[in-house]
């Protein structure tokens, strides 16, 4: 009988190229903050390369700045919450304004640590981190573009937020090669574009595209895995098809990537965009990622009622 193959989670991805590449760059280092994620991991010769800090995000990412200016390629990890609150200072001053190679590894994004309640959850970071300059942002929605987003990024000259999961989501269904700032086409439409980012909204995209092609509307789904520097060619061009955007993001509708595909999509033509994700407000109970997504709101008959009401008018 053939073992059943484990189903890695993204932030697993990451530790394992981590893991593969240290040993054979040595420009990179890898800084931790006693998340975990490398207990039992065996870097080799490397090992003097992987240095777990303790629980300091601020110096995480002064330390990374500074090894970065030396020309070191360092890639840090933290949770997101943390990542994008407590040391976004460093970030902005000691990495963005110097624009240096710094990857930031910034795990349990979202509602993943849903059971750890508000202070854990990581609802605000698109918004802060697409507003710094030099940044990259990245949100891969599965463990097969985890791999090949985090590979694409180590030839970036500037710094990277990678937001990443928690636990192993489902795989996307087939599609195009998964390019770098291209957004990835899973479906085409003629009615309606579905536009989201991260794992479980994708799906729920989706899902409620199928939804739809069963009362007759045919909808575009996007896949965009990086939210900055977003693709309004592909987004414009889909959007001037059908004529409305419904977009879906695990993280409050204020500033995150629904507000960054309108404010695009405002500048180039006048359509319609519809924007599903939490609501503005901390999210009150612990769950399951699934179980708090849902209660949001941020799910495929969701974003497929939205589609019709939106096309009634």
């Not at 994620?37 to 500074?66: C, K, P, Q, W």
């Not at 693709?231 to 204020?254: K, M, N, S, Y």
Request: proline share 5%; hydrophobic share 45%.
């Amino acid at each position: 009988m053939t073992a059943a193959v484990k189903v890695l989670s993204s932030r697993e991805v990451y530790r394992d190229i981590v893991a593969e590449l240290l040993p054979r760059d040595e420009r990179m280092i890898c800084l931790d903050t006693d998340t975990g994620l490398f207990s039992g991991v065996d870097f080799g010769a490397a090992a003097d390369r992987y240095v777990n800090i303790g629980i300091a995000e601020h110096t995480l990412m002064g330390a990374a700045a500074g090894l970065a200016k030396e020309g070191r390629l360092p890639f840090v990890n933290t949770m997101a919450a943390f990542a994008c609150s407590r040391a976004v200072e460093a970030v902005k001053i000691d990495i963005a304004y110097n624009n240096l190679p710094v990857r930031i590894a910034a795990t349990h994004s979202g509602v993943s640590a849903g059971h750890l309640g508000p202070t854990h959850h990581a609802l605000e970071d698109l918004a802060v981190m697409r507003t710094l300059p030099n940044m990259t942002v990245i949100v891969p929605a599965d463990a097969a573009t985890t791999d090949s987003l985090v590979r694409q990024a180590l030839a970036l000259p500037g710094p990277v937020y990678l937001r990443l999961g928690r636990n192993a989501t489902p795989d996307l269904p087939a599609g195009p090669p998964v390019k770098l700032g291209q957004a990835q086409v899973l479906r085409q439409g003629t009615d309606i574009t579905i536009a989201a980012c991260g794992s479980y909204p994708v799906l729920a995209a989706v899902e409620a595209a199928e939804l739809l092609e069963a009362q007759g509307i045919e909808a575009t789904v996007l896949h965009v895995h990086t939210v900055k520097p977003l693709d309004t060619a592909t987004l414009a061009a889909a959007a001037g098809f059908t004529g409305t955007v419904i977009t879906v993001e695990e993280h409050w509708r204020t500033g995150g990537f629904g507000a960054a595909v309108a404010e695009a999509l405002t500048e180039l033509l006048p359509v319609r965009v519809h924007r599903l994700g939490l609501p503005d407000r901390f999210v009150g109970v612990s769950g399951s990622q699934s179980y708090l997504l849902g209660r949001a709101g941020v799910t495929a008959a969701a974003i497929a009622e939205r589609a019709k009401t939106s096309l009634r008018g």
